[in-house]
């Protein structure tokens, strides 16, 4: 499966003209993709074990310490990306998350949709690895 041949299939559009929660909502996806795939190569382990390990990573407290420790690297247009997700207006916040950390994680997810899209994946692997490390980090 080609990325590119799916997002070619469809009306182009370019990711700056994607609403900010459907950035996420890709974003989301890719990054708990990567966040699976790192969990599986470090662990062949049961799939209830695999998943509990992924959801230490995939949480909207984890994706907001991760913005709070990565926002001063992030160039001009990144970090307009991620406000614009961090600020969308959403009606639903997961009840157990706090408010500005779901709203940070959305920014967080935005960030991550938008690299992906825009094919800046030197980026979005430099993010994706600094949030893995960063939240195993958090651990010790």
Not at 37 to 44: D, T
Request: hydrophobic residues 40%; aromatic residues 12%; negative net charge.
């Amino acid at each position: 499966m080609d990325i590119n041949n799916i997002l070619s299939e469809g009306e182009k559009v370019s990711p700056r003209e994607y609403s900010p929660l459907a950035l996420a909502f890709m974003g989301d996806a890719v990054y708990e993709s990567f966040i699976r795939a790192k969990v599986l190569i470090e662990a062949n382990a049961s799939a209830n074990s695999l998943h509990k390990r992924a959801v230490h990573f995939v949480n909207c407290h984890a994706q907001c310490k991760i913005m709070e420790a990565f926002l001063g690297n992030l160039t001009d247009e990144e970090e307009a990306v991620f406000k614009r997700g961090r600020n969308a207006k959403t009606f639903t916040v997961p009840k157990n998350a706090d408010v500005y950390e779901y709203h940070a994680a959305t920014g967080f997810e935005a960030l991550v949709g938008w690299l992906y899209l825009m094919g800046k994946t030197d980026r979005l692997c430099e993010i994706l690895e600094f949030s893995y490390n960063f939240i195993k980090n958090e651990e010790h």
